[in-house]
C-alpha cells in the first residue's frame, strides 16, 4: 500500500514527521505494513491448522473407523473448545496487548496442532481438537486489536480485508499443501509439519515487534487522549455485556459464522458425497473457493475504504456492503441440486466471498464503535457467540447426514442466515458513528492533518 494513501490525524505537541515513538514518518509506514504481513501469515497458519482435519477426513476415517457422527461430534468439539476460550481469550488479549497476546496464541495453537499426529484413540484426537479450539480463540481478538489499534478508521476495512484474503490463502494452501504431505508422509507427520511452522513464527514476530513494548502501543490504548481528541471515548462501564454494541455485533457473528463453520468443516464431504469426487480431485475445486473468499475480503476492504474516503457516513458504508453480501448468498440452498460440481464450486465460492465482505465490515464495525481498550473483549465475546453457533450447526449437519436428511435442510439455513443478521444490527445500531479518538491510530502523528 503506498504510504500516498495514509492520512495521518491532528495531535499536538509532536513534530510532525514522528510518530509517538520517534520513528519517521516513512519508517511508521514501513513499520505498519511489516506488522500486517506479519499479522496475515498468522492467520494463515491459524487457517491451516484447524481446515487440515476437513482435507484429511477421509483418510483419517479409513484409518481410524470413523463415522459421520464421530466427525461432527469432534468438529462440534472444537467449536465448544473455541468457544470456551474465548470467554477468556479477549480479557488476556487485552491484558497482553498487541505484542505479546500474538506469539503467545500462535506458539499454543501450534503445538496443539502437533499433537495431532500423535493422536491414536478418539479421545486422544478428542483432546487435540479441544486443545486446538482453546488456544486459537486468541487468533481473531487479537488481529482485530492490532489493525484497530495500527490503522486509522478508513484505512481499518482495508487492513482487515487483506488480512482476512490473506488468512483464506491458508485455506487454499491445506487442500494443496496437506493431502500431498499426507501421501508422502502420512497424515501423522503433515499434522506435525504445519504445526512446526507457527513455532517459527512467534520468534520473529518478538523481534519485529521490539518498539510495541512501551506505553499505550503495548496494550493497544487509544492513539491519544481524550482531551486531544475531541469529546470522550463512550465508555463501556462494567461488564460489556450490558452494552447494546456488544450485543450487535454478538448476534451478527452468530448468525453468520454458524454458515462459515459449516463450510468450512463440511465443504470436502460435500464434493465427496454429493459429487464424488476423491481426496486429490477435490484440492482444486477447494482452492477455487478458498480464492474466492479471499477475492470476496480485498474487494470489500477496498469498497470500503474508498466510500469513507469519498465521505459517505460509516454507518450507511457498514450496513450497506453487509447487505449486499446477505442478499448474495440467498442462492445457497440451490447447491445441494445442481448437476454439475463446478456450478457448487461457483455457489459456494460465492457464498464463502459474501460472507467474508460481510466479516470484513463487522469486524470494521468493532474497530469504528468501541474503545480500544474493550476492543479484544467484545470481539471475543461476538466470536464465542459465532462459535457457539457453529458448534450447533456442525453437530446438527452430522446428526442430519447419519438420519438420511442430505445437505438441503443445511443450505437452506445457510440462505437465509446474513439477512437475519444484517436485519439484527439495524434494530440494534439504527444509527452508528464511529465513537471518538477511533479513527485515529497509534501510529498516528500529531501534527499533521487528518
Known amino acids: 500500500m503506498s504510504c500516498a494513501l495514509l492520512k495521518w490525524p491532528d495531535r499536538p505537541a509532536i513534530d510532525a514527521?514522528?510518530?509517538?515513538?520517534?520513528?519517521?514518518?516513512?519508517?511508521?509506514?514501513?513499520?505498519?505494513?511489516?506488522?500486517?504481513?506479519?499479522?496475515?501469515?498468522?492467520?494463515?497458519?491459524?487457517?491451516?491448522?484447524?481446515?487440515?482435519?476437513?482435507?484429511?477426513?477421509?483418510?483419517?476415517?479409513?484409518?481410524?473407523?470413523?463415522?459421520?457422527?464421530?466427525?461432527?461430534?469432534?468438529?462440534?468439539?472444537?467449536?465448544?473448545?473455541?468457544?470456551?476460550?474465548?470467554?477468556?481469550?479477549?480479557?488476556?488479549?487485552?491484558?497482553?496487548?498487541v505484542r505479546w497476546a500474538g506469539p503467545a496464541g500462535v506458539a499454543a495453537w501450534s503445538l496443539a496442532a502437533m499433537s495431532h499426529g500423535w493422536a491414536r484413540t478418539f479421545a486422544q484426537f478428542a483432546a487435540a481438537r479441544a486443545a486446538l479450539g482453546v488456544t486459537e480463540s486468541m487468533g481473531t481478538p487479537t488481529q482485530i486489536k492490532t489493525i484497530a489499534s495500527l490503522f486509522t478508521a478508513d484505512q481499518r476495512g482495508w487492513a482487515i480485508g487483506v488480512v482476512n484474503a490473506a488468512s483464506n490463502l491458508g485455506a487454499i494452501a491445506t487442500p494443496l499443501i496437506v493431502p500431498a504431505l499426507a501421501i508422502a508422509y502420512g497424515?501423522?507427520?503433515?499434522?506435525?509439519?504445519?504445526?512446526?511452522?507457527?513455532?517459527v513464527w512467534a520468534p520473529i514476530w518478538l523481534a519485529a515487534t521490539r518498539g510495541l513494548g512501551k506505553g499505550a502501543m503495548a496494550a493497544g490504548e487509544d492513539a491519544a487522549p481524550a482531551a486531544a481528541a475531541g469529546p470522550p471515548v463512550p465508555a463501556m462501564r462494567g461488564s460489556i455485556l450490558r452494552d447494546r454494541r456488544t450485543w450487535a455485533?454478538?448476534?451478527?457473528?452468530?448468525?453468520?459464522?454458524?454458515?462459515?463453520?459449516?463450510?468450512?468443516?463440511?465443504?470436502?464431504?460435500?464434493?465427496?458425497?454429493?459429487?464424488?469426487?476423491g481426496l486429490a480431485r477435490m484440492a482444486v475445486p477447494l482452492a477455487v473457493i478458498y480464492a474466492c473468499a479471499a477475492a470476496g475480503s480485498v474487494l470489500a476492504g477496498a469498497v470500503s475504504m474508498?466510500?469513507?474516503?469519498?465521505?459517505?457516513?460509516?454507518?450507511?458504508?457498514?450496513?450497506?456492503?453487509?447487505?449486499?453480501?446477505?442478499?448474495?448468498?440467498?442462492?445457497?440452498?440451490?447447491?445441494?441440486h445442481v448437476q454439475s460440481y463446478w456450478l457448487a464450486v461457483a455457489l459456494?465460492?460465492?457464498?464463502?466471498?459474501?460472507?467474508?465482505g460481510f466479516a470484513v465490515n463487522?469486524?470494521?464495525?468493532?474497530?469504528?464503535?468501541?474503545?480500544?481498550?474493550?476492543?479484544?473483549?467484545?470481539t471475543s465475546f461476538g466470536s464465542l457467540c459465532g462459535n457457539?453457533?457453529?458448534?450447533?450447526?456442525?453437530?446438527?449437519?452430522?446428526?442430519?447426514?447419519s438420519r438420511g436428511g442430505?445437505?438441503?435442510?443445511?443450505?437452506?439455513?445457510?440462505?437465509?442466515?446474513?439477512?437475519?443478521?444484517?436485519?439484527?444490527?439495524?434494530?440494534?445500531?439504527?444509527?452508528?458513528?464511529?465513537?471518538?479518538?477511533?479513527?485515529?491510530?497509534?501510529?498516528?502523528?500529531?501534527?499533521?492533518?487528518?
Not at 187 to 199: E, K, P, T
Not at 312 to 330: E, I, N, P
Not at 362 to 378: E, K, M, N, Q, S
Open 249 to 277: 455485533i454478538a448476534g451478527a457473528k452468530a448468525l453468520s459464522d454458524q454458515v462459515w463453520w459449516l463450510l468450512l468443516f463440511w465443504t470436502p464431504d460435500v464434493f465427496h458425497r454429493v459429487f464424488g469426487l
Open 348 to 356: 459456494i465460492g460465492l457464498m464463502l466471498a459474501a460472507h467474508q
Open 362 to 378: 463487522l469486524f470494521a464495525l468493532v474497530a469504528d464503535i468501541v474503545p480500544a481498550a474493550a476492543v479484544g473483549r467484545v
Open 187 to 199: 497424515w501423522r507427520s503433515a499434522f506435525v509439519a504445519i504445526g512446526a511452522l507457527g513455532m
Open 388 to 401: 457457539l453457533a457453529g458448534m450447533g450447526i456442525v453437530f446438527a449437519a452430522g446428526e442430519t447426514l
Open 17 to 97: 514527521a514522528t510518530d509517538r515513538d520517534g520513528r519517521s514518518r516513512t519508517g511508521a509506514d514501513r513499520f505498519r505494513l511489516a506488522i500486517l504481513a506479519l499479522v496475515i501469515l498468522a492467520g494463515m497458519l491459524n487457517y491451516i491448522d484447524r481446515q487440515a482435519i476437513a482435507v484429511l477426513k477421509p483418510v483419517i476415517e479409513t484409518d481410524l473407523g470413523w463415522t459421520d457422527r464421530d466427525y461432527g461430534a469432534l468438529a462440534s468439539l472444537f467449536q465448544f473448545a473455541a468457544a470456551a476460550g474465548f470467554i477468556f481469550a479477549g480479557r488476556i488479549v487485552d491484558r497482553l496487548g
Open 406 to 450: 442430505g445437505y438441503g435442510p443445511l443450505f437452506i439455513v445457510a440462505g437465509g442466515s446474513y439477512l437475519a443478521a444484517t436485519a439484527w444490527i439495524a434494530w440494534l445500531l439504527p444509527t452508528i458513528s464511529p465513537a471518538p479518538g477511533r479513527a485515529t491510530s497509534l501510529l498516528t502523528p500529531r501534527n499533521e492533518p487528518h
Open 306 to 336: 474508498r466510500l469513507l474516503r469519498a465521505g459517505v457516513r460509516v454507518g450507511v458504508a457498514r450496513k450497506g456492503a453487509m447487505l449486499v453480501c446477505a442478499l448474495l448468498v440467498t442462492p445457497a440452498p440451490l447447491v445441494p
